[in-house]
């Protein structure tokens, strides 16, 4: 189940990996005498290899955080460890200490696969190649193993729910449906942008000065992926209650009135714990797509006077158009079905699509909960149609004489 449900993690990295390969690379195993299948194995597949790493790393991560499906399951995790000792025992030193050898766990797998690459390169430019159509048995076979996993890990369930749904669908959708998804969008693309805005500072910190410092660092904030959002909700709120506090207190003694809470209970805080859990996300899609920009293209923009600002801004964006675009679009749909950070961490009456399912799922109400389960794939559809189209747009020539 988790592996239908986690492949586009692997996926959606590895095909915009595969999309911006340059023809020259295809065109040098032809020359040692490779056919498709050995440039395939021998060329684009190791070219490829820190977006698969970085994929099969995000899928990793979700996977230990996941409490709902081994829940359901019935299999015991370190997730659902954690869950028993911090709800049902009231341990959170247990708690604390099983969340920590969960980092410490998903931490070592990525060192490993980092310490594994040694010194490899994988630069690459030039124009893409161009697609070789399929034809015969082998566009029947390709388009029906490449259809499989669409199938079961969404057109099934997608159909199941729609026939809940069309049978005894919540009703009261209308109006209420609308604003739970104006909320779920709204945190979503907030949460997005500002996670790639980050992601991309940070790796591209670590491009311009390789230390043991900054590499750390961008290790550490993507760790925070492999936390179930409960526990990071909770780790959230009490500093961020603290802080509250004191800047009220400030506050007070400057204006002399009784002031609220500004940032306990605001959807700030919210999209705050949303940054921690997922920044890993957008960091290891933007990490994976800086390997593949040879450091020459620096050295020659700032021959010829470019800053370091202007280096990123006018080199590495627009090489990095499809990561980007990846990236936002892999937080934005965790965003929106993420649940235990927003129960802990939503203002007041500030439902999303995900808490409507669960509170109606909760109480056993599984056919009314099956109409925001649809509203959730709805909405999330949106960015990845526009996020798909933008991929795979081909590259335009520069017209002739333009600098």
């Known amino acids: 189940m988790l592996a239908f ?61 996941d409490y709902g499906t081994v829940s359901y399951f019935g299999v015991s ?13 009231g341990d959170r030193a247990s708690a604390g200490k099983l969340a920590v050898i969960l980092m410490l766990f998903v931490a070592a797998v990525v060192l490993l696969e980092h310490a594994a690459r040694n010194r490899s390169r994988f630069f690459q430019g030039g124009h893409r190649h161009e ?13 029906a193993f490449c259809a499989l996993p669409l199938l079961v890990g969404f057109a099934v369930p997608t159909l199941l729910l729609l026939r809940l749904a069309v049978a005894d669908g919540d009703p009261a959708f209308g109006a209420r449906f609308l604003q739970l998804a104006g909320n779920s969008f709204g945190v979503a693309a907030v949460t997005a942008l500002l996670a790639v805005g980050l992601g991309l500072l940070l790796a591209y910190s670590a491009r311009l000065s390789a230390s043991r410092l900054n590499r750390g660092v961008n290790r550490l904030a993507g760790l925070g992926y492999a936390i179930p959002g409960t ?57 994976a797509g800086l390997t593949k920009i040879t450091p020459s293209m620096d050295d020659a923009a700032r021959s010829l006077g470019a800053g370091v600002g202007s ?40 439902d999303t699509l995900a808490v409507q399912a669960y509170t109606l799922a909760m109480d056993e109400r599984l056919t009314e909960a099956s109409t925001a389960s649809l509203a959730i794939v709805a909405v999330g559809l949106i960015p990845v149609v526009l996020a798909s189209r933008a991929i795979t747009r081909p590259q335009r020539p520069a017209p002739a004489g333009s600098k």
């Open 77 to 89: 995790t370190f997730t659902t460890g954690i869950f028993n000792a911090w709800f049902s025992q």
């Open 311 to 350: 280096v990123a801004l006018r080199v590495h964006v627009p090489l990095l158009k499809g990561s980007l675009v990846t990236a936002s679009l892999l937080v934005f749909v965790d965003v929106m079905k993420e649940l235990p950070a927003t129960l802990v961490m939503r203002p007041f009456n500030f």
């Open 5 to 65: 449900v986690l492949y586009p993690y692997v996926y959606v990295l590895a095909r915009v990996a595969f999309l911006e390969q340059a023809a020259s690379m295809a065109e040098a195993g032809r020359t040692f005498g490779y056919g498709r299948l050995g440039i395939f194995w021998r060329v684009s597949l190791p070219l490829a290899r820190p977006a698969i790493a970085a994929g099969m790393a995000l899928t990793l991560m979700e996977t230990l955080a």
């Open 231 to 287: 526990v990071i909700a909770v780790g959230v709120l009490i500093p961020v209650a603290q802080l509250d506090h004191a800047l009220i207190a400030l506050l007070e003694k400057i204006t002399g009135n009784p002031l609220p809470l500004l940032l306990t209970g605001s959807v700030i805080a919210l999209v705050y714990a949303y940054l921690i859990r997922f920044l890993g996300v957008a960091l290891q899609s933007v990490d």
């Open 131 to 143: 697609r070789a159509p399929l034809t015969g048995l082998h566009k029947w076979l390709a388009s």
